[in-house]
């Protein structure tokens, strides 16, 4: 298959040949979910921006040095909060927690001697394409860190305790990504980077076991039959989508 070229972020996050893990999330919930993510976008709360921030600050950092970002403290209601918004008109409006978080996260990763040998050998932000050989469906990633058969991904949590940590995998469907991410791009290796979005800003690195990667697997293939069905051969109704079971 001829590689699928996406000049800009915006070019990939709008293409809708391709079939992304986060495209699998909202399909997880309803057909109708991922109708609305096509038509309307994703939510984009604090803490995804928060993330979309760290990942920039990290693997872009010259993209970084061109955001204008500022800082606000107070409730975001109000004459003041108008008035700072008129004031700041095309900057990114963090709140002053936020702010203290993203340099905090920042700084903590740039000075753990694990993460910068990990990050300064790999790839980063590489988009790649491929047609899953099940279902084939067309799909794309775009992973941190690519290293030699293994990637790397950044996530930043509340808690980098195990326990907490692998229950927010699952809740999150961080192994799904995980099993996509290394079928799609051939590794037999992925690790997740993770720091806490509150000081001391601990820091964790988390390889993927084996069960770990067949349990989002399975998710992702059963999710792509799902997808085939209804947006490809449509031979499922979007609209007659609906949850069961017995309360």
């Keep these: 298959m001829k590689q699928k070229v996406f000049k800009t972020d915006e070019e990939y996050y709008s293409d809708r040949e391709y079939v992304s893990n986060s495209q699998l999330g909202y399909l997880k919930k309803s057909p109708l979910n991922l109708v609305s993510y096509y038509q309307y976008g994703g939510e984009n709360t604090s803490a995804f921006e928060l993330g979309r921030l760290l990942h920039m600050a990290v693997l872009e950092e010259d993209k970084f040095q061109n955001e204008d970002i500022s800082c606000y403290d107070g409730v975001k209601r109000g004459k003041k909060w108008d008035e700072f918004k008129d004031e700041n008109k095309g900057s990114i409006i963090l709140s002053e927690k936020d702010c203290k978080a993203l340099k905090g996260m920042v700084q903590s ?139």
């Excluded at 050998?121 to 067309?138: G, M, P, Q, R, Y």
């Excluded at 991410?181 to 509150?198: I, L």
């Excluded at 697997?217 to 051969?233: A, G, H």
Aim: proline share 1%.
């Design 109 to 247: 990763l740039a000075a753990n001697d694990e993460v910068s040998e990990l990050l300064s050998s790999a790839k980063k932000e590489i988009v790649n394409c491929w047609i899953d050989e099940d279902s084939l469906v067309k799909c794309k990633g775009k992973a941190d860190a690519v290293l030699p058969n293994c990637i790397v991904d950044i996530k930043t949590t509340t808690n980098i305790e195990f326990e907490k940590f692998k229950s927010s995998c699952y809740r999150y469907g961080y192994n799904r990504q995980a099993a996509f991410y290394s079928d799609g791009f051939n590794v037999e290796n992925f690790k997740f980077v993770c720091v806490e979005k509150e000081y001391p800003y601990r820091i964790a690195i988390y390889d993927c076991s084996q069960e770990f990667i067949n349990s989002g697997r399975e998710d992702y293939k059963k999710l792509l039959e799902m997808y085939f069905d209804y947006f490809i051969s449509k031979e499922k109704k979007i609209n007659d989508f609906y949850l069961k079971g017995i309360l």
